[in-house]
Nanobody
């Protein structure tokens, strides 16, 4: 069964950093665009970043631009989200998702999802 597994979440103080990982099993990420989404309590799931399958072109929403960096290692079959200068409003469950097409901000357009990892930013 195709799986995406996120890891790296946790509790961090404002201004701190975390690196999330999204590892794939039973399929190869090479041909997929990978999006990172987040969902805070009472809010809709929203995209924060996406990286294309080929060429590695990446996209960010304005909320995270300059603070988050998405990258991929096809050799490790893993996509990373480096999150710096974290703010309390970044608190959410973070999900990665795979889509065999171009990047999209629409959650419904993704084929595979991970189970999510909690990120909490608080002093």
């Amino acid at each position: 069964q195709v799986q995406l597994v996120e890891s790296g979440g946790g509790l961090v103080q404002p201004g701190g950093s975390l690196r999330l990982s999204c590892a794939a099993s039973r399929f190869t990420l090479d041909y997929y665009a990978i999006g990172w989404f987040r969902q805070a309590p009472g809010k809709e799931r929203e995209g924060v970043s996406c990286i294309m399958s080929s060429g590695g072109r990446s996209y960010y929403t304005d909320d995270v631009k300059g603070r988050f960096t998405i990258s991929r290692s096809n050799a490790e079959n893993t996509v990373y989200l480096q999150m710096n200068s974290l703010k309390p409003e970044d608190t959410a469950v973070y999900y990665c998702a795979a889509r065999r097409a171009l990047c999209s901000w629409g959650p419904n357009e993704y084929d595979y999802w991970g189970q999510g990892t909690q990120v909490s930013v608080s002093s």
